[in-house]
């Protein structure tokens, strides 16, 4: 969001193993071709002389229980200006609609901010997971059999803090009251909610080398390897001699 509102707004991102080469390659890479490591000093001459700038984020995932191998989640982001990545890369605009940042659920836009002329940008939860939240929240209050009424609030109120997620977690908290006193009893209580949906806070970012990231994806497949079942075929012993 900060790099957008700076005026990066032209985008490409990817995914890529944490095991093995590819991360440090990708980082290489794009390193050479599209100066991601200029200094800030470097970038401010190239602003002047019109040329565009790149920063590349990286984010490791978390792999849940039983799933692929964890990955590397990457965003290449370019200003405006003469830049070789708009020849090598097909590059998005995230001002357009249909070309918004989008990470695990959510997008990355512009809505209008109190006491403001101009719109901020912000995150807020795509179509297809709010209508996913509607759902879910209707089926808790008209389904008591369910009984998912406080993991639904726990979740709910997890969600990253960003303006935009905060307005549509009232909505759907509206709804939810709404429809539990239509369809239940008068003596069955709406389920308590937490005190407040906590703000995203700006911290210093501070992230973790990327080879520390390689290294520890390395050790945890071989501690995999190490404990993984025998097999079932033979295993043949041959004289070392």
Known sequence: ADYVRSGHARWTSGECPLEGARAHALVQKFSALYRIDATRGQRLRMKRSGVGSAHLLLYARRPEAGAKPRTILWFLLVSDGEHPAAALETLRDAHAPGERIRVDGYELVQLPRKDSATPAWTFRMTAERYQAWRERVVACARKPALRAEHDIARRLYSVPGFAGIR????????????????????????????????????????????????????????SVGANAPAPRQPVHQYDSK
Not at 173 to 180: F, I, N, P, Y
Not at 186 to 208: H, I
Request: aromatic share 8%; net charge positive; hydrophobic share 40%.
């Open 167 to 222: 307005s549509q977690v009232g909505f759907l908290v509206g709804l939810w009251r709404k429809e539990w006193k239509r369809r239940r009893a008068a003596a069955d209580a709406f389920p308590p909610l937490p005190r407040q949906l906590r703000y995203v806070q700006r911290l210093k970012s501070t992230g973790v080398r990327l080879s520390q990231l390689t290294h520890d994806a390395a050790r945890s497949a071989e």
